[in-house]
Every structure is written in C-alpha cells, then in structure tokens.
C-alpha cells in the first residue's frame, strides 16, 4: 500500500515516546507555523503531525496554530517574518533566505546535485552544520532541519525537450536570484509571481510554464491548465522548517529541546521516506495526465548555465563558493 496523507498522520503511534513536560512549570505557549503549501501536500501533512506532537510533548501546554496554503504569508513574506521574529515557525527555504544572504543559494545552483543521496551527505554534513550556524548568526533563523521537497521539472503549454524550446518562454519561478538568473540564461522571460497565483497565470496566459516538483504540480492540479512535463531534474528543492531564534530564546529549555527533536524526526526520518516515494510516483501521475518527457536533451541546459554559477560565484561570496565546491566533491564521495 503506498504511503499517503493519511498514513503520515496516522503513524505517530509507531513512533519512539517524547518525553512529557510536565504542566505546572510554565504559562500555556501558542506558536504559529505558516507556510505555503497546499493542504494536500505532505508538508502540511508533516507541520500537522508536529502540532500534535508537541501538543502531546507538552501536556497541552504548547500548541501550534499550522496556517497552510499562503493563509497568513507565503514563501517569501514567512522567511522575512522568521527573522523579524513576527512568526514563530515556518517551511521555507535557503534559496529564499539568498534574497538577505547571498551565500545560502548554492542549494539551488542548476544541476548540483545527482540525486537525493548526494542532498543526504551534504545537508546532514559538515556543510549542512555550517549553514545551520550561519543562518542563525546572520538572520536570526534557526533551522529546525533542513529538509528535502524535490527536483524540479518544467510543465509549460508547449513540448520542452531541448533548452532552446524553452526560449521566449514566460516562465514563473520563485523570487529568488538563482532561479530568475536560470530562466534567463535558458532565453525566457521570468515571472517571480507568487505560489498561489501560478493556476490562474497559467490559465490566462500569463505565463506560459512553470518549474516545480512533480508533486506540487500534481496536489495544486497545474496540469489542468498546462500539458506538456519534462523531467530535466534541473534544480533541488529544499524545504526545512525553520523558527524564529529569537522566539526560540524565549521557551523553556525543554520545550526548546522537543521541538528541535520532534523537528528533526520529522523532516530527516518520516518526510525523507515518504518524500522519495511521492516524488516518483507524482511524476508517474503526472505522466498520465500530460505530455511527459522522461529524457530531455539535459546537457543542453546544462551548457548555458556558467552565466548562474559565474554570477553567483561573485553574490555569494568566498562562503557560498566554497559551499558549492564541497556540494561537488560530495557527489563523488
């Protein structure tokens, strides 16, 4: 039976006990854990299970408000929030954390990492403690556990295989400096419209494709108003949740110390479990319901992306070229 929303919520009796925390020790604390995703992803699905958890953890003592699906802020708006200490927890991403610091967009330089074992060995490596560390030195976000969403690939209203079909292309892509610098190295015109626009962008022409992971694609149904998927695999996702240092600071130490560990659970043992599953059978899904392009013409895209590396070489600094130089030789190890 394959793994499904209701599978991920339903196995927190499996789990290893968290320790409780008694009732008598503090004030009843409220958390508000905003992200972007729709209610059908596994994402929601992880924050939900979190909530319960730490709920559970803390005899009630410490609930977690999930507002999913752009409710109270999206993917740039919860990352802005995170450092100005206005939201206590969210998913976001490094690649948007790039917009205040440079360095942390080596996670999403074109074409950087083979396949999920090689994010494994960095994120949970040397690598992935410096970036923990230096999030929180310079922003004041604390990075509960980084974590995986997906490789991306294009859906677009036309076939895809080659980079030069892609040219002229009004491609939405996040706000994010990689990203944008990417669609323009590939010819097309790039739109950073927000998440929860891209159905009815797509829908009136506003653009004319879109780059995400197969199952974003398939839980925000954009194959209704796009037919044509290609498997390039071209940048990794990553999505991690993320909390407020300076809320952090303020619980109680072994409320401190739950959260990072239910954390942790979640987003480095379940979501890596289910995640590979539902990347793969999201693009066979997928392939159902459109024009899919299972081998495109990648070393054709990868020709024209010295541009990005060149460009980020200079924004991100001596940190964030060393970060991608060590995501390299990783890959060999």
Not at 115 to 120: C, G, L, Q, R, S
Not at 198 to 213: I, K, N
């Amino acid at each position: 039976m394959g793994i499904t929303r209701r599978n991920l919520l339903a196995g927190a009796a499996g789990l290893a006990a968290v320790p409780m925390i008694g009732r008598a020790q503090a004030q009843p604390i409220k958390l508000v854990f905003s992200h972007h995703l729709p209610t059908t992803h596994i994402g929601h699905a992880a924050a939900e299970r979190f909530a319960d958890r730490i709920a559970k953890g803390t005899n009630g003592q410490v609930t977690v408000d999930v507002k999913p699906a752009s409710q109270l802020f999206n993917l740039r708006t919860s990352a802005e929030a995170i450092q100005l200490g206005t939201l206590d927890l969210a998913w976001t991403d490094l690649g948007t954390l790039a917009n205040w610091q440079p360095q942390f967009g080596f996670i999403s330089m074109p074409f950087l990492f083979n396949d999920f074992e090689h994010v494994k060995r960095v994120m949970y490596g040397a690598i992935g403690q410096q970036v923990v560390k230096d999030a929180r030195d310079t922003l004041n976000v604390e990075i509960l556990s980084l974590g995986a969403s997906g490789f991306r690939v294009f859906l677009a209203k036309r076939a895809i295989h080659t980079a030069d079909d892609a040219k002229g292309m009004k491609l939405r892509v996040p706000e994010i400096p990689t990203w944008v610098e990417m669609a323009r190295a590939l010819g097309t015109n790039p739109s950073p419209i927000p998440a929860g626009e891209m159905y009815t962008a797509l829908q009136t022409g506003v653009v004319d494709g879109v780059e995400l992971p197969a199952d974003y694609i398939v839980t925000s149904k954009l194959f209704e108003v796009a037919n044509n998927a290609t498997k390039t695999h071209h940048i990794f996702t990553e999505v991690s949740m993320m909390a407020s240092a300076r809320k952090m600071a303020t619980l109680p130490a072994n409320v401190q110390k739950l959260i990072r560990d239910t954390a942790a659970d979640e987003v480095q043992n379940l979501m890596w479990a289910v995640n590979i599953k539902e990347q793969e059978s999201a693009w066979t899904e997928l392939a159902k319901r459109v024009k899919a392009d299972a081998n495109p013409d990648v070393p054709s895209f990868r020709s024209k992306m010295a541009p990005v590396y060149d460009s980020f070489a200079k924004r991100g600094g001596a940190k964030g070229k060393a970060w991608v130089e060590a995501c390299q030789a990783a890959a060999k190890a």
